[in-house]
């Protein structure tokens, strides 16, 4: 999944497409959403999906394709392993969850081909705060908490100036990276109305 997620970013800043009507576009736009997301199995464990929460602001350059912005998410997904009995050994089972609480600035590189439709490939830095909750069979849970540094490839698209749709990857360490699925609605932004 990675891999295809990077070989679309490249197909996409490859293409040679020239975005246009770069100064019909407002400068500041603000989003904010929903999605799920899916971080990697450990321990013969896979995750499972579960919900992140996130605002954004951007700003459009100007005479330029890209914007920039500013993101805040807050996110968690589980991993679970149930009770059973594996040779002569009792397994109790084992269960944690990931909660992740970051800041990413973004650069997006913006397709205005059409007017309804705006693809865009972005990359964005950061950090998270991580909070480690695990535990075996009934025993009360233990807490580790960590910091991250997030590297945040994206591909998505935005439709008629206010739905936007997102696929990402927060790649910190193995335990805590994710990918994501958004949907946000937008606020501001889109194209300026011709003066008459």
């Not at 013969?44 to 996130?54: M, N, W």
């Not at 920039?68 to 397994?91: K, N, P, T, V």
């Not at 705006?118 to 998270?128: D, E, K, Q, T």
Request: glycine share 12%.
């Amino acid at each position: 999944m990675k891999k295809r997620l990077l070989a679309g970013i490249a197909l996409l800043l490859s293409s040679g497409v020239c975005a246009q009507n770069y100064n019909a576009v407002r400068r500041m736009e603000y989003e904010v959403g929903i999605g799920l997301n899916k971080g990697h199995g450990l321990y013969g464990t896979a995750a499972k999906p579960r919900i992140q929460l996130y605002a954004e602001i951007r700003m459009n350059m100007k005479d330029s394709p890209f914007d920039i912005g500013l993101q805040g998410m807050l996110g968690y997904f589980e991993r679970q392993r149930s009770a059973g009995y594996f040779g002569w050994q009792s397994d109790l089972g084992w269960s944690e969850t990931i909660r992740s609480k970051s800041l990413v600035t973004f650069a997006d590189y913006n397709l205005r081909r059409w007017k309804n439709i705006a693809p865009f490939v972005g990359l964005g830095i950061g950090m998270s705060a991580i909070e480690d909750e695990y535990g075996v069979g009934a025993e009360c849970p233990e807490r580790y908490y960590d910091t991250a540094f997030v590297l945040n490839p994206r591909i998505g698209a935005e439709f008629f100036n206010h739905l936007r749709i997102t696929v990402e990857y927060k790649r910190m360490q193995r335990e805590y990276s994710f990918f994501g699925f958004d949907i946000g609605v937008v606020f501001g932004g889109g194209y300026k109305k011709p003066k008459k």
